[in-house]
């Protein structure tokens, strides 16, 4: 396996959720033992480097990279987390050097290099916002459940099919109460529900932190939702508790035979076996395993 898949995480609007959920999916995901480099392309407000107080940030920035002024893996950093950053950076003048179609050559070289590679991005339909949708293997669509948000998602939804790209599915974020996450309006967009993340106080606490919510308060409602998500888009199934610690010997995946479809979810035919959401919210107690 030299060759790593590039998620891109995507919304119609700003402040839904997509870095809080780059960044958390970006630390599940090293939880379960791959190598992963979350890129902050949010060429305006480039803002990853606070969320997770990289302290020692790589010599160079993604706007350097993108200017052709430094190498793709010299724009490199450590993030709180155990996965690799790539910051943008925040001058105004940064902006402004950044070209955008040097970013299939940043992609190439990182995937390359790591498992996974998220690429976290700015909200609205510009065109330097649409170039990762174009490149990444599947773009992970992230919204809030209100109608201004839904609208600007199947905008967007509808953007990465011109560009070319594969729409993964949906986040839902920020939901609180009895909220569901499939109901009328999201279900309207037609993707598939990837997840649905709790309002969770302890996001803010996290960024207070500088530290991924789902090793910061790994037991707190949206960092559970946050690992379920990650998990899914590996494709596999979370472990069964995952104590504070390091999540080794925490329990294996589930040996969960596909059953995406029981859900309704018009399961995807890539990845064959991975148990229901329902079978793994309840701990396998629900939603059996019944692949054939
Ligand atoms: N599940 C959540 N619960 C509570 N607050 C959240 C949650 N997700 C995101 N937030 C807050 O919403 C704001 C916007 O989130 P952010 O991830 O930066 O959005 P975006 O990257 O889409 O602009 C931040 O202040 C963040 O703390
Ligand atoms: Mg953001």
Request: charged share 25%; aromatic share 4%.
């Amino acid at each position: 396996m030299s060759s790593g898949r590039v998620f891109a995480v995507a919304s119609g609007k700003g402040g839904v959720g997509k870095t809080t959920t780059a960044v958390n999916v970006a630390s599940v995901v090293a939880e379960a033992d791959r190598s992963v480099v979350l890129v902050d392309y949010d060429l305006g407000m480039a803002n990853v480097g606070q969320v997770l107080d990289v302290e020692d940030p790589a010599g160079a920035t993604l706007h350097d990279v993108l200017a052709g002024d430094a190498k793709p893996l010299d724009a490199v950093s450590a993030a709180p987390g155990d996965f690799d950053v790539v910051v943008g950076g925040t001058d105004i003048e940064d902006f402004g050097r950044a070209d955008p179609s040097k970013l299939r050559g940043m992609a190439d070289a990182l995937r390359s290099e790591y498992d996974v590679t998220i690429v976290d991005t700015g909200g609205g339909l510009s065109h330097d916002t649409t170039v990762p949708l174009g490149l990444a293997d599947e773009t992970v669509l992230v919204s809030t459940r209100q109608a201004a948000a839904l609208e600007n998602t199947a905008k967007t939804r509808d953007l990465v099919e011109r560009v070319g790209g594969t729409v993964r599915g949906l986040v839902v974020t920020r939901v609180s109460g009895s909220d569901v996450a499939d109901d009328d309006e999201v279900a309207a967009l037609d993707v598939d529900v990837l997840g649905s993340i709790p309002e969770d106080g302890r996001v803010a606490d996290s960024e207070r932190a500088g530290e991924p919510l789902v090793s910061f308060a790994p037991e707190s409602p949206a960092a559970v939702a946050y690992r379920e998500l990650g998990y899914e888009l590996l494709g596999e199934s979370p472990p069964l508790s995952f104590k504070d610690g390091d999540g080794e010997g925490a329990g294996d995946a589930q040996p969960g035979a596909a059953m995406a479809e029981m859900m309704g979810e018009g399961g995807d035919a890539e990845e064959s076996s991975e148990p229901s959401l329902l079978s793994r919210v309840t701990g396998g107690l629900l939603g059996s395993n019944g692949k054939d």
